[in-house]
């Protein structure tokens, strides 16, 4: 769609014809979006197309005649000038001539251009003509006629203002403002019916009775039409530095099955993301480690997404606006990962009372948001207890016992000519697993919780430039026990600061620059047993390591990561946009050779027709090691140095009819200087344990075809086709037989996803998966060894089985009940609805020549229950 696809704007415009008799004139209304103050615009990156120019459309005279009434929906151009362009019928109503009517009316429309980013810009909206007949109301006299009703409308559950509803009563006609409020004049003493119309709500008929002499107030509640999806979503997209990424909101996604209602769990349903065993959280995108792709709340970077047993995100969802994911070939102003980029972003609290709390099997949660003063916050909370589920579950002698829970609380106000917020959230993760059957004794207790508090301010300067500061610090603490004695604790502190300027010098440059840094304090205690030869062998199957003296290792480090970037976007041409970037990191722990990098990225995007958008990416993608891996008391190597990565990929945006997109990337990425396992020695004979000789390749096509929310149906099918191969350190034996398939390496994953809400507030999905088995490493003979009594399996070459495939279907209804001032909503979410018994990890039987397996989840239903006000 040529310029169309600079921005992605969610618009909503309502126009109506209002004619009476033969000799009645013909009124109407429209509106476009919800304006706000003119503070609060200045602070937004996308106005909305404003009707500034109106022509009535000629009521039919037979439909007049027969008093059909009805709407005629439209999809209409709005070009950068505000004019009309290319129209397209939807619907055209119950008459066959209501659509010509309105169509020849809206080409003559008038609108003020949609804003994105501080420049105008073409769109494409949904537009609904509401022809309706009344009797035509009398010239009005030369004086104003009194006030007889005011009121304000709301969306029935929500109490959310109903903006550009349509008022009638008596001829006398009103349009709410950006608050729901509206006034009508002049209305006749007695009964009365007061006439409501919104394009997103059904039509309101209230009777009411005026009075002599007095001014009636009132409240209207409307009934949504479909409560929690959009009406209308322009169709075009943010203007994109990457070549892929992948964007959804909250709304798009909170019914999705098998996720319950979790917005970040989604991921796992994008291309280029492999199935991680069991359904864990861990995020393995392009073939690169789990460790490899970032996660950013806010622009603050989180240590992890998911806990444990990725049975819920670590933010709830009720916070949350929505999520960028770059699976690759991402922009300069996200470094130190060569997996993927996740930019997970909160929304703004509202500035009235609102709050929202959902209980199921795993957990409950509870949000409240309001004003406070002339700002506004929201406060999220969520405990679990899926322990307790768990200890009902699970054989006698098996305890398992997972604790989570998180907060969110977000403050905004305006400052300094801007807007500033502060953000404090945090996680905490406890997992302890003990087996008493017989006489063995096995404990493991994992702890993790993390802690931000982070600051950010906004504003924009003269008429081309924007700053967006945020200033964070960061807690995390680490905790793992092995039978009560190999015990590893770990605490991390992270001051960072991510300052981005931009710099809109015309709709041909502008440039985007700013820095990524961060100062970080590690402290870690390992306690190690002593051991003789004899418990070596024998304690952890005899009873224990408790009376062993431990050997403690205590240390700490400091270290800084300075990062810059800069982006330009150049648009040499109407068709085309080049974007070329740099970025600078360096990391000041990395002792062995040069410790800093510069990654240089370049992006191209090429549009051949309004509806058909070319695009490429090549660049340098570098990752400082992991802390832990430079410590030799952890089995780090303090030598080791920074890994890179090289990526290109090329792909095709196209727009399909009936509100659909076709999205296909193919990509490859070469990574060497990977940190590997390695045999070798330093000169005094201690081992290395880790080198950075390891080499990996990933390649592959990704293909997205996506339906857009639309009239309550929305769903995408999401297919990777891919390969991703490792070269192991030259000391390992492993090395002898050459490149190998990485451990997650999946040639196939089919994800598809779709659901549909009615206009009676039932919701049904599914989401239907198929992904190739792992690979791993088969045994090619046992030997018996006499002394124990065990045979010891021999492996062959690494990677060259592979499991079987893994398939599963999910199922998902939802109910919601609207009262005036809540709503209430229960779900049924059954993961594995086949019970298909999937094989998740594979083990030799007791002489090696054969496998066992071990399942995944059975089928498993879930109930939820939620309520909002």
């Given amino acids: 769609m040529g310029s169309l696809g600079a921005a992605l704007v969610v618009c909503l415009l309502q126009a109506q014809a209002l004619a009476g008799a033969p000799d009645a004139g013909v009124a109407a209304t429209a509106d476009a979006g919800t304006p706000g103050s003119p503070d609060a615009a200045a602070q937004q990156a996308v106005v909305p197309p404003a009707l500034v120019h109106f022509v009535p459309a000629v009521y039919p005279p037979d439909a007049e005649a027969a008093g059909i009434t009805g709407a005629v929906t439209l999809s209409i151009v709005i070009d950068e000038n505000g004019k009309v362009g290319a129209i397209k019928v939807l619907d055209p109503g119950p008459h066959p001539k209501f659509a010509a009517a309105a169509e020849a009316a809206v080409k003559q429309f008038q609108f003020s251009p949609a804003i994105i980013n501080g420049k105008p810009t073409a769109v494409e909206i949904e537009y609904r003509y509401q022809f309706v007949l009344h009797k035509a109301p009398l010239p009005p006299p030369p004086s104003e006629k009194p006030v007889s009703l005011i009121g304000r409308v709301v969306e029935r559950g929500t109490r959310s203002p109903v903006v550009a509803a349509s008022i009638e009563a008596a001829g006398a006609t009103a349009e709410t403002d950006t608050d729901g409020r509206f006034t009508l004049r002049g209305l006749p003493i007695g009964p009365v019916k007061v006439h409501l119309v919104s394009s997103a709500h059904h039509n309101l008929t209230v009777d009411e009775v005026i009075e002599p002499g007095k001014v009636k107030e009132v409240e209207y509640r409307m009934n949504r039409r479909r409560y929690g999806q959009f009406e209308a979503v322009v169709r075009g997209q943010r203007e994109r530095k990457e070549v892929a990424v992948h964007e959804v909101t909250a709304q798009e996604i909170a019914t999705v099955p098998g996720t319950q209602g979790d917005v970040l769990k989604v991921l796992q349903d994008f291309p280029g993301v492999a199935r991680a065993p069991f359904g864990l959280g861990l995020l393995i995108v392009r073939g690169s480690a789990p460790q490899d792709t970032k996660v950013y709340l806010d622009g603050v970077e989180i240590p992890l997404v998911f806990h444990f047993g990725a049975l819920t995100a670590v933010v709830n969802t009720d916070v949350i606006s929505g999520l960028d994911f770059y699976p690759g070939n991402f922009a300069a102003n996200y470094g130190n990962a060569m997996g993927g980029t996740i930019d997970v972003r909160t929304r703004d609290p509202k500035h009235e009372w ?10 409950g949660a509870a949000m409240v948001e309001g004003p406070v003063g002339s700002g506004s916050f929201f406060v999220s909370v969520r405990r679990s207890w899926v322990d307790e589920v768990l200890r009902l579950a699970l054989p006698s002698g098996l305890s398992v016992a997972p604790v989570f829970w998180d907060y969110q609380a977000k403050y905004v106000h305006r400052l300094w000519g801007g807007q500033g917020q502060i953000f404090v959230y945090g996680s905490s993760d406890a997992l302890d697993i003990l087996d008493e059957n017989t006489a063995r004794k096995i404990s493991f207790d994992s702890e993790i919780q993390f802690h931000r508090l982070a600051a950010r301010w906004q504003r924009g300067f003269a008429s081309n430039w924007r700053n967006d500061t945020i200033v964070s610090l960061g807690y995390t603490e680490t905790a793992n026990q092995v039978v009560n004695a190999v015990k590893l604790e770990g605490t991390l502190w992270t001051v960072s600061l991510r300052d981005t300027l931009n710099w809109h010098h015309s709709d041909q440059l502008s440039l985007e620059m700013g820095t990524d840094s961060s100062l970080r304090y590690l402290i870690y205690n390992l306690d190690l047993p002593q051991l003789t030869q004899a418990q070596a062998n024998s304690s952890f199957g005899t009873g224990g390591l408790n009376g062993n003296p431990s050997v403690n290792s205590s240390a700490s480090t400091k270290w800084a990561q300075p990062g810059l970037f800069a982006t330009l976007t150049w648009v040499p041409t109407p068709r085309l946009r080049l974007q070329p970037g740099l970025r600078f990191d360096s990391s000041s722990n990395i002792q062995n050779g040069y410790s800093w ?239 298909r018994q999937n094989p998740e990890a594979i083990f030799a039987n007791y002489n090696c020549n054969g496998y066992a397996t071990l399942t995944g989840l059975p089928i498993f239903p879930t109930i939820g229950l939620r309520a909002e006000f």
């Fill in 597 to 835: 990098w510069f990654d240089p990225r370049l992006s191209a995007f090429l549009t051949l027709t309004p509806t058909t958008v070319l695009k490429g990416g090549v660049g340098l993608y570098s990752q400082g090691p992991q802390p832990q891996d430079l410590l030799p008391a952890l089995f780090g190597n303090p030598n080791l140095t920074y890994q890179r990565s090289f990526q290109y990929s090329v792909g095709v945006d196209q727009k399909l009819p009936h509100e659909w997109n076709l999205g296909v990337t193919l990509y490859d990425k070469y990574m060497w200087q990977l940190e590997t396992a390695t045999r070798l020695t330093d000169s005094m004979g201690v081992p290395l344990n880790l080198s950075n000789f390891g080499k990996g390749r990933s390649y592959g096509l990704e293909l997205l075809l996506r339906r857009q929310i639309m009239k309550g149906f929305y769903g995408w099918i999401a297919y990777t086709l891919s390969r991703s191969t490792r070269l192991d350190d030259p000391s390992e034996p492993t090395y002898q037989s050459g490149w190998h398939l990485y451990d997650f390496d999946q040639t196939h994953i089919l994800t598809l996803i779709a659901s549909y809400q009615t206009e009676h507030n039932w919701t049904f999905g599914t989401r239907v998966r198929y992904v190739s088995g792992d690979p791993f490493t088969p045994f090619v003979k046992g030997i018996f060894n006499a002394n124990s009594g065990q045979y010891v399996c021999v492996a062959g070459d690494p990677d060259t089985g592979r499991a079987p495939a893994f398939f599963q279907a999910d199922v998902r209804v939802d109910r919601r009940w609207v009262y005036d001032n809540w709503t209430f909503t229960g779900y049924l979410d059954i993961q594995n609805v086949t019970n």
């Fill in 354 to 363: 609102h709050g929202a709390g959902h209980v199921d099997l795993y957990d």
